[in-house]
Structure formats: C-alpha cells, structure tokens
C-alpha cells in the first residue's frame, strides 16, 4: 500500500479510547492509509510504502531503513528510543521524534509512591487482607530528607511538588552530572551533592529520573541506604541491579523497592515479594496524558507529510540531510 501510516497498537487499547484519540487518526487518514500494526521488530519486509509511524518500543533493523525508501518519520509515542536506531535513522535520511508531554503525569507518580511508601500503605493492605490488623510504625514527609537521582524534566517536575512537602525543615537532595546542576538545585531549594552516594546514605526515599538502559544502582548503592527507606523507580528497571535490590530488600538494607515495570523477564525475580512494588510502565499513562501524546505524535506526523518540521526532533542534524530537505518547505 502506497502512503502507508502505521500506528502502534496502543491505539487499539479501549481503556484509553477518546473524541480526541478518533478524531486524530480520522485527521491522518486524510493524507495516507492508517493501519495498526503489533509486530516486535521491524525488517524489510514491513517496509513497502510506509511513509510514518506512530511507534512503540519496537526494533527498527537496518534492513527496514534501508528498505523504507519513502519513510520520513518514526514518531516514538513517548521519550524512549533505544530500539529506534536512531544512528541509523539519520544516516538513512528518517526523522525520529519523541513526545515529551507526560512529564508532569511520571512526577506525580513518583510523588504517589512516596507518600505510599511512607504510610506503609502496600504493607498496612496487605496485613489487613491476611487479617492482621497491627499499628504499624509510618513516617511524614514534613522534615524528611528526599532525595532525586537525575534533574532532567521529570526531575525538576518532581523537586517543585516535593518541596512544599518537606516543610522548611526537610531537606531535598539532587544528584546529577550536568555542570549547572548547583544553580539549577538552588531554584528548587533544593541541595546539590557531588556523589550519589549520599543520596542513598541520607535520604528517607530516593526517585530515579535518568535515561538509558546501563545500571547505576547495585549493592554499592543499596548497602548505605536506611532501613526505613525506600528507593523509586519510575525510569527504567535496568537502571537498578535487581538481583542485588532483591538481596537488599530481604535483607532489610531498606524497606520498599518500587519500578515501574512489570514482574517478568529480569524482573521475575521479585514475584510475590511484598516490598517490592512493580507497576506495568503506567507511570506516564493517564486519560490526560495519552490524550496529549496521541495528539503530539499525530501532529508530528502530519507536518512530516505535509512538509513541516515537527516539535521535539531527536536528530535534529537529519534535517539537512537531502532525502529530508528534498520534502521539507521550512
């Protein structure tokens, strides 16, 4: 099929079925032929006529690239794109882009799972349905010390809800390599610390907001945390060596592992274990938020066909490539 857009089977999930959700693919079915996809990887033999793609975290091979010859963009829906190739992409000629509008929804996440995990609340639920109905010991966040592991977009969302949180006496840690972080940390009244080690030493709960698959919490990590702590994870399960987080937990080296990932494939590890907390990579999805990242994708792909350069670009020196400025009027 010649014009083809490809859209990623999350568009099929009717619990986020919306005016706005219809209305957009009706919009893209205008300018080519809109159809659903649900494979895992992506070669040459997906490649005939497809012009854009609304993408999940499929695998976008070489071959496919190669063989895409009226492909213009991969539209992510969301901000991770590690199986999207992106080298590749611009090598070929492929805008890629993301949609960053579900930071504000991953922030409050991360602030609902502190507040649980200082309430106990996973442990007090789970007491009272094995019909135990013991007091137990609970914190505030009024005076605690929290800490934030990454002060990107969804960090610098999460330190404006934490702040007024912890009260004039609590203290609110950051930890991140960029070189203005020390400023940045001051406009959040926040403190910032050379080492992340002292993130995990002093903090009553530390949230991870970082990119990238390679893991930057292990034993190390894990060994100088509180007992009463808990470590968040609304990132990427990679992020923290679960094996080593398992042992921690058991061991009581600190009190709640929370991830946003589900419990299988590296995560198997922590079925059944009741402090250790795995959410199915819901922490960036709402009724609002999928309301704003369909929208942003449709829009993307609708400026690469009709020849505008869309918002959130991830390779933006593709746009001087010839097979781009060979389609593009801005």
Known sequence: MANTILLTSIFKNEEF?????????????????????NQTEFTAEHARGVVGIIADSALFTRSFYEAADDLRIIARWGVGFDKVNVD?????????????????TVAEYAIAQWMATLK???????????????????????????GIYGLGRIGQEVA????????DEGRLLVY???????ELAAQF???AVDDPLELFRQCDAVSLHVSGDEPIVSARELDVMQPHASLINPSRGLLVDDEAVNRAIKADKLYYYVVDD???????????????????HNAGITVESTIRLDQCC???VADALQGKTPPHVLNPEVLQHPRVRAFLDD
């Open 160 to 167: 404006k809800r934490a702040r007024p949180l912890l009260g």
């Open 262 to 280: 589900p419990v299988d494939g590296p995560r198997a590890i922590h079925k059944d274990h009741p402090r250790i907390i795995c959410t199915n």
């Open 298 to 300: 449709y829009n993307q």
């Open 120 to 146: 106990r609340v996973y442990t007090l639920n789970q007491l009272s349905h094995g019909g135990r109905f013991d007091i137990i010991r609970t914190y505030e966040s009024l005076g605690s010390t929290f």
């Open 88 to 104: 590749i992409a611009t090598e070929i000629g492929v805008i890629i882009t993301v949609s960053p509008v579900h930071m504000v």
């Open 189 to 191: 009244g926040a403190e």
């Open 17 to 37: 079925d919306s005016q706005p959700r219809r209305q957009g693919r009706e919009d893209l079915a205008q300018i080519g032929q809109v159809v659903d996809y």
């Open 176 to 182: 991140d390599t960029r070189p203005d972080i020390g």
